[in-house]
């Protein structure tokens, strides 16, 4: 049956215009975003087939086009829509973070973060350049691949943190197996980084690590002083 046959108010678009977006199913949100589905498939059973493929929304979102064009019913068109939503959603976090203030609003940090960097199928370490109210500058991503001692240089974040005249930074980085939990090698370069920030009178607040479903704070292990 097409969703246009179901009873009145059933509909996805209709039950989020009665009852807000947040009543809808994962499947009945997608939904909306492709608007119809396929010939014997409609726009919700679509979506629910496209999820179960991937696994989750995120899964979905952040897969390459050639493996969701794959899908049956899903061309460059509804790919696109889909990529614009996600990244609709990005921006709305990133001007949530620069409104606030770091410290006073973690979950902020952690939400950002995580739309940022969990889903990378390669390792990112990144900056959080804050002023002297510990408001967002800038977020850069300032290397890629292995994140090891010889791949990170503390003189290139001095030199960063200089240029953009920052007065405080939080380090993140992702680990794209999924597991947050920080390496020994993470420590060391977190010290590092430290020592190198405390040459120019700027504090490191924090190293974040970005797992599948979880950060973890090295400020809230006491691994920060």
């Not at 979905?60 to 939503?85: F, H, I, N, R, T």
């Not at 990133?94 to 939400?111: A, K, M, S, V």
């Not at 969990?118 to 002023?131: G, I, M, N, W």
Request: charged share 25%; glycine share 8%.
């Amino acid at each position: 049956m097409g969703i246009k046959d179901w009873p009145q108010g059933e509909g996805p678009r209709e039950k989020l215009l009665l009852k807000g977006a947040g009543h809808l199913s994962d499947a009945e949100l997608l939904a909306v975003i492709l608007r119809n589905g396929l010939a014997g498939q409609n726009a919700v059973d679509l979506a629910r087939n496209m999820i179960h493929q991937f696994g989750g929304l995120r899964s979905l979102l952040s897969a390459p086009k050639s493996q969701v064009c794959k899908l049956a019913g899903v061309g460059p068109v509804k790919y696109a829509q889909l990529q614009a939503a996600a990244e609709i959603s990005k921006r709305i976090a990133h001007e949530n973070l620069q409104r606030g203030q770091i410290l006073t609003n973690p979950d902020l940090t952690r939400d950002y973060l995580m739309r940022q960097l969990a889903d990378r199928s390669y390792e990112v370490f990144a900056l959080l350049l804050l002023d002297t109210q510990h408001r967002v500058i800038q977020f850069v991503e300032l290397f890629r691949g292995t994140i090891d001692s010889a791949s990170v240089y503390p003189r290139e974040v001095v030199s960063l943190v200089l240029e953009k005249k920052a007065a405080a930074v939080i380090v993140c980085h992702n680990h794209p197996s999924g597991i947050a939990e920080p390496s020994q090698a993470d420590r060391r370069i977190t010290e590092r980084i430290k020592n190198a920030l405390a040459t120019i009178d700027v504090s490191l607040l924090d190293h974040m690590v970005v797992g599948d479903q979880e950060i973890v704070s090295f400020a809230e292990r006491g691994w920060i002083v």
